[in-house]
Nanobody, 118 residues
Framework: QVYLMESGGGSVQPGGSLRLSCEYS?????????MAWFRRAPGKEREEVAT???????TYTDSVKDRFTISKDYAKNTVFLQMNNLKSTDTAMYYC???????????WGQGTQVAVSS
């Protein structure tokens, strides 16, 4: 069993910041070789936002580069998504995902809602 639990969502004004957290646990250390944040905005397809692999290599979708940062705390089994300079277009449900390689995400959290509006 693998468990992912997101937290940290909320409502902020444009230009504000939020830090999402994803605590993970379960069997098979390889299950967490790649961790990612996805989001789904109302009426839109799910979008991969950021990934971090076991070597610490990060990727970001273009719309969040220079604003979002993904990081991983191995001691706490937690992945973070620091989101700065938030825009209304960042409003979405954010999901944490894990898998043995990036692109093969087998495990998902329940999601945490982010709303950006004035």
């Amino acid at each position: 069993q693998v468990y992912l639990m997101e937290s940290g969502g909320g409502s902020v004004q444009p230009g504000g910041s939020l830090r999402l957290s994803c605590e993970y646990s379960g069997h098979g250390y390889y299950s967490f070789y790649c961790m990612a944040w996805f989001r789904r905005a109302p009426g839109k397809e799910r979008e991969e936002v950021a990934t971090i692999n076991v070597q610490g290599i990060q990727t970001y979708t273009d719309s969040v580069k220079d604003r979002f940062t993904i990081s991983k705390d191995y001691a706490k089994n937690t992945v973070f998504l620091q989101m700065n300079n938030l825009k209304s277009t960042d409003t979405a449900m954010y999901y944490c995902a894990a898998g043995p390689i990036c692109g093969d995400f087998r495990y998902w959290g329940q999601g945490t809602q982010v709303a950006v509006s004035s």
